[in-house]
């Protein structure tokens, strides 16, 4: 009923088609053609080598785009299957991951969108790390009052990147995270995403103990960076400095805001709820051990 077919020059119109519709599976799928195109005629044979195409019939309807590290991982870049019916029918689906060779453990950066994470955990996919989106519109009325012996500062470009590499650094302080540099900050205050005037600090005492931001995506404010050090956690001082950052970004006139956290982070999701942020997307690494057949 189903078969896999190599993606060659003659069939990749289909291709291009499918492509289009790559985020109705999955939102995060990779659009392979924005790399294609910008390749030279030896770089999209190999290119092509990488993709695997799935016929019903005579009718293209989905296909598979990988890359193998190390012989033994392999990741998707993107997945689809054009299916019309409501049901989950995974069938083409374990076709196209049958593909790829055997023995080794295959990866998928995937947004939840309860139908593929249904489909992809019949399958043996099994979710590790993962990624949480949270959402909260902003009002005026956000309420805030100042804790005694805390005051904020807001970041002032070409004076406070030493100050910031060194708050940032103690915040994130972990054996396994490379040092922020000052080269660092310089490159990112001269991206597009970067707003001037939208990283503060927080001071206790006159020492310097927190530091948060917001960056754009699409015009949207999205807080990065945020964090309190060590010695100072457990003493509401985040909240504190999460309230302030919300109020910035409103008087800077945004009315909704974007946070992302890791799953496993409990004391910082439950940080964002308590001051009314929902969330709208889950994004996960997801893993599938690929054995032999034999």
């Excluded at 289009?20 to 044979?45: G, H, K, M």
């Excluded at 080794?104 to 992809?120: A, G, I």
């Excluded at 805390?150 to 002032?156: A, P, T």
């Excluded at 205050?189 to 995506?217: C, M, S, T, W």
Aim: hydrophobic content about 35%; some cysteine; overall charge positive.
């Amino acid at each position: 009923m189903y078969k896999c077919i190599k993606l060659v020059k003659r069939n990749l119109r289909y291709f291009r088609e499918l492509n289009r519709e790559r985020a109705v599976f999955n939102s995060l799928n990779r659009d392979f053609f924005q790399t294609y195109d910008n390749c030279n005629f030896a770089q999209q044979i190999i290119l092509r080598r990488k993709v695997k195409l799935i016929k019903d019939k005579f009718k293209y309807i989905g296909y598979i785009w990988t890359d193998l590290y190390h012989k033994n991982i392999c990741n998707i870049n993107a997945l689809n299957v054009i299916c019309r019916c409501n049901s989950i029918d995974s069938l083409p689906y374990r076709c196209l991951i049958n593909t790829i060779r055997e023995n080794c453990t295959v990866k998928y950066l995937c947004e939840n969108n309860n139908y593929n994470f249904s489909l992809l955990k019949s399958m043996g996919f099994e979710k590790k790390e993962g990624t949480l989106i949270l959402y909260k519109e902003l009002s005026e009325n956000i309420h805030f009052i100042l804790n005694g012996g805390l005051e904020f500062e807001v970041l002032q470009k070409g004076r406070d990147e030493e100050k910031r590499c060194e708050v940032q650094n103690k915040i994130f302080e972990d054996e396994h995270r490379v040092p922020l540099t000052l080269e660092d900050i310089f490159f990112d205050e001269v991206q597009d995403y970067y707003f001037e005037k939208g990283a503060v600090f927080l001071k206790k005492d006159n020492r310097y103990i927190g530091y948060g931001q917001f960056i754009l995506e699409n015009n949207i404010p999205v807080i990065v960076n945020f964090g309190i050090i060590e010695e100072c956690r457990g003493k509401g001082y985040s909240k504190y400095l999460l309230i302030y950052l919300l109020k910035m970004i409103y008087f800077n006139g945004f009315n909704k805001i974007i946070i992302k956290v890791r799953d496993s982070n409990y004391r910082a999701l439950n940080l964002y709820k308590s001051v009314g942020f929902e969330v709208k997307k889950e994004q996960y690494h997801l893993e599938l051990k690929r054995r032999s057949s034999i």
